[in-house]
């Protein structure tokens, strides 16, 4: 056979593996943040959903940053955004190797840890969140509050339920004062 044919019939060939590539690095951003590179809900929730399936121990967190505009409005977006990244920085180390953290949106942040007992805890998460966040040379002031759900605690352990018990954990949280978790 002609090598020009042979090259003829490779350039298709080529042409659609250089558009796969492309299409599966656009899946793959469009399922993490821009900002603080975590997981997207879409992302999350369908790695969560395995998890937490696979998973009897696992634990399931809300996080919502609290009084974050007010930060936004006195200090500019670019400090809310060093706000966020140091959250997503901090809720990812928390983690560690054990779980999977994701921005939901906005100020809303969550994750799925697998082995609850492998991470320092909720009080040390909850500290970690509120560290002030250095941002050229204010130290901005940080609070969240914290909700969540070990799966044992749901009669079906679904991600939807899951994610509703701590989201009913965190507002119970935001009633009695911030800078908490509820136990």
Do not use: Q
């Amino acid at each position: 056979m002609d090598a020009s044919i042979m090259a003829a019939a490779g350039l298709p060939a080529i042409g659609w593996a250089l558009h796969s590539g492309l299409l599966l690095r656009r899946l793959a951003t469009a399922r993490r943040d821009p900002l603080t590179g975590l997981h997207t809900r879409a992302g999350w929730t369908t790695r969560s959903e395995h998890l937490l399936a696979k998973h009897p121990g696992a634990l399931v967190l809300l996080i919502d940053l609290d009084d974050f505009k007010a930060v936004n409005d006195t200090h500019g977006h670019a400090a809310g955004d060093a706000v966020l990244t140091a959250t997503a920085d901090r809720l990812t180390a928390w983690c560690g190797r054990h779980g999977i953290a994701a921005r939901l949106g906005g100020d809303e942040f969550a994750a799925i840890v697998t082995s609850p007992g492998r991470t320092p805890g909720l009080a040390a998460l909850r500290a970690a969140l509120g560290g002030p966040v250095d941002h050229h040379g204010h130290a901005l002031p940080v609070s969240a509050s914290v909700g969540h759900c070990h799966r044992t605690d749901l009669p079906v352990p679904t991600l939807t339920d899951a994610l509703s018990a701590a989201d009913a954990s965190m507002y119970r949280v935001k009633g009695h004062g911030r800078r908490n978790t509820h136990r």
